[in-house]
């Protein structure tokens, strides 16, 4: 059906008009063909190269005509071509992430210098493909043509050179070209700026920020949201504050694009509240401000807040990008809110948003955390591209979740791939042969890290190491090798130790790991109830005591457990003995039918975790008002029969709530996983997936 064209925009016919005006071909661009028509008939088009070139670049500006302005310039009839014509097209190729197009256009341009020789701007735009490329020897030799024309005068020519080598990872070039310049303007700080940030020298940012204002230079709001974001990245507040000194001073504060660094930065520096007296202080927020905010509240670990803020960006009908669903996808992962999160997956499948590496990872990493393991499989095979991160998301994923040899298999596709693993990705391979006890596989691994593939052994790949000995009762061996470790052990090493020692009731070195722990990091009230466990288990009630009491004395108070388990898509937090639910009576009455049912399987109370001066009637009423004994009776009252129940504890589940939980998934018939401070725990029909090692 032909569109109706508002005919004081077309030529009389039988004579020629004016060249239709550039504004209008570029407010309806569906109206091009037919005006292309009428110019034709008209003979206007064959006859102005001004038409010509304004319906050229009228249908090259909308990506939906970008095939009808490659047909309008590889077919006639048309005049000849011009530079301008070639730069139209170039730029429409770069907009459509064509790159390659743009830069066959420049070559050809080359070949026909006499008729079109490219100018400054297309020598800009051949630069700026190259970055996106990363083609260095290509983008060389356009910096060594535009010498020779003498081109390289021009200010973006200049800066779209420093922007190719810093995309290129040649900052050391993109400085030469900038220092070489007599007297750049904001445009050419700008560029060597952006340069530093791309390639994450924050500082050199800063300093460079610092010489602008020393020689004079005027900076605008790019200068400042690239300064403002390095600062952010440093994580330096006072020196935040001083760059959020000079938005104010020039008035610019208002800025979106600067506000929205601003609000980054301060929940960078962890001023999440002035980041959100920023965020409620816009008049408008788009989707990246809204982003920015919830990322923030994530990165805070203040989840429940990102979660809520994501419900009003969806009030105020903003749609969300990838961006935001992968900081709302991070907050469901930490808080195990499993419903919200298949919600996100289920949004992205809607909307056909495009599976990129970051969001597909963020998939896999909140399955993962979730418990979900099948689930993480089916979305990292559902990816079109995979890199190291993602591989390593379900490594990890799978180690946490009691497969740890699938896990080994995976690492062993990783390779086969050609994907070259990172550090982070051998502490997968190596939580995995912690968590299933695979000692050999371990020591294999940990010594290819540095003979295979250049990777030094950090902190975190000896602590697997201490735990994966400990895990398998060699807690011998794994107190020398914390004797011989080239580094410094850190606290979280002696820990590792002192687990393994009240597992397997060693006594004498849980001692020497507890004092080495207080020399560290005194204030940690798990690694006193452990020693006082490990006393307490040999029979030792003295010790027990005094232990408990050198807590007291230090004003040490046991942390809290707090469990939370997400129903209907709301997310519901419990603490050990809570008194402050509107349920709590048939919660605490179906703990009672828990307990009673349970002992008739087998259950005893473990009360060794209680303090040792009340009856042994209270310890038992103490131990059954754990926070995830609650969570799970909510979970049984109201899930549907057979549904499986998550939940996610703060601290390491206790032994009496780890049998106890056995059980309950017995009796009940029920799936329950647990996800605590260090692993999964998947309980099903009386058992756990990490066979009573955690």
């Not at 048309?78 to 097209?89: E, G, I, K, Q």
């Not at 687990?499 to 009230?525: D, F, M, T």
């Not at 049912?597 to 754990?626: C, F, M, Q, W």
Request: hydrophobic share 45%.
């Amino acid at each position: 059906m032909a569109t109706a064209v508002p005919t004081a925009a077309l030529p009389t016919p039988g004579r020629a008009g004016p060249a239709p005006p550039r504004a209008p071909l570029r407010a309806d661009p569906s109206y091009l063909p037919q005006l292309h028509a009428a110019l034709i008939k008209s003979g206007e088009l064959t006859g102005s190269a001004k038409s010509f070139h304004s319906l050229l670049e009228a249908a090259a500006a909308s990506p939906t005509l970008l095939p009808y302005a490659v047909s309008l310039f590889r077919l006639g009839p048309r005049p000849p071509l011009s530079t301008p014509c070639y730069n139209a097209l170039m730029r429409a190729f770069l907009h459509a992430g064509r790159p390659e197009d743009a830069l066959h256009l420049f070559i050809e341009m080359l070949h026909a210098v006499s008729a079109c020789p490219p100018d400054q701007h297309t020598a800009a735009c051949a630069l700026k493909s190259c970055s996106r490329m990363c083609a260095l020897d290509v983008g060389r030799g356009v910096q060594a043509y535009a010498v020779k024309r003498g081109l390289v005068a021009d200010r973006f020519v200049l800066s779209s050179l420093i922007h190719m080598y810093a995309s290129c990872s040649d900052v050391a070039a993109a400085r030469l070209v900038f220092d070489a310049v007599e007297e750049g303007g904001v445009v050419m700080w700008n560029a060597i700026v952006a340069a530093y940030l791309k390639n994450g020298d924050w500082m050199e940012v800063v300093e460079m920020f610092k010489g602008m204002l020393e020689v004079g230079v005027a900076f605008d709001e790019v200068t400042l949201v690239s300064v403002v974001t390095a600062c952010g990245r440093i994580g330096d507040a006072k020196l935040g504050e001083w760059v959020a000194g000079h938005v104010d001073e020039e008035g610019m504060a208002r800025n979106p694009k600067l506000v929205t660094a601003l609000m980054d930065m301060y929940a960078k520096c962890g001023e999440i509240g002035k980041a959100r007296r920023l965020f409620d202080g816009m008049q408008s927020r788009d989707v990246v401000a809204w982003s920015a905010m919830i990322s923030g509240y994530t990165q805070a670990d203040q989840c429940r807040e990102a979660l809520g803020l994501f419900s009003e960006m969806q009030l105020a009908r903003v749609e969300p990008n990838d961006v935001t669903m992968v900081s709302v996808l991070s907050a469901c992962a930490v808080l195990g809110a499993l419903e919200t999160g298949k919600w996100v997956h289920s949004y992205v499948r809607r909307k056909r948003l495009s599976l990129t590496t970051i969001l597909g990872t963020a998939l896999v990493d909140f399955y993962a955390k979730c418990g979900c393991i099948d689930d993480a499989v089916e979305a990292f095979e559902s990816m079109p591209v995979k890199n190291s991160w993602t591989w390593t998301a379900l490594i990890k994923g799978m180690a946490t979740n009691g497969r740890g040899r699938e896990a080994l298999e995976l690492f062993s596709s990783m390779r086969e791939a050609g994907i070259e693993p990172t550090d982070v990705t051998f502490i997968g391979v190596l939580m995995a042969c912690s968590h299933s006890c695979l000692v050999e596989e371990g020591r294999r691994h940990f010594d290819s890290m540095a003979r295979d593939y250049g990777i030094k052994p950090r902190v975190e790949h000896y602590g697997c190491m201490v735990d994966l000995l400990g895990r398998a009762g060699l807690v011998d061996e794994a107190y020398q090798f914390i004797r011989t470790m080239p580094i410094e052990p850190n606290a979280v090493i002696w820990r590792a130790l002192l687990s393994s020692c009240a597992v397997h009731r060693n006594v004498g070195i849980g001692e020497e790991a507890l004092k080495q722990i207080i020399s560290l990091n005194p204030s940690h009230s798990g690694d006193y109830v452990l020693l006082s466990n490990i006393y307490a288990s040999a029979g030792q009630w003295k010790d027990a005591a005094m232990v408990r009491k050198e807590m007291k004395d230090r004003g040490i108070e046991k942390t809290p457990g707090c469990s939370l388990i997400e129903l209907d898509g709301v997310v519901f937090e419990f603490f050990a003995e809570d008194s402050d639910h509107p349920e709590l009576r048939e919660i605490y009455q179906k703990v009672e039918e828990m307990i009673g049912r349970i002992k008739v399987a087998g259950y005893v109370p473990n009360t060794a975790d209680v303090r040792l001066e009340v009856e042994e009637r209270e310890k038992e009423v103490s131990v059954s008002h754990h926070s995830e004994k609650l969570a799970i009776a909510f979970g049984l009252m109201k899930l549907d029969p057979g549904a499986t129940i998550r939940l996610s504890k703060n601290l390491r589940v206790c032994a009496d709530c780890h049998s106890a939980t056995k059980l309950i998934s017995k009796v009940y018939d029920r799936e329950i996983v647990v996800r605590d401070r260090n692993i999964f725990h998947h309980f099903k029909d009386g058992t756990c997936s990490c066979n009573d090692y955690w």
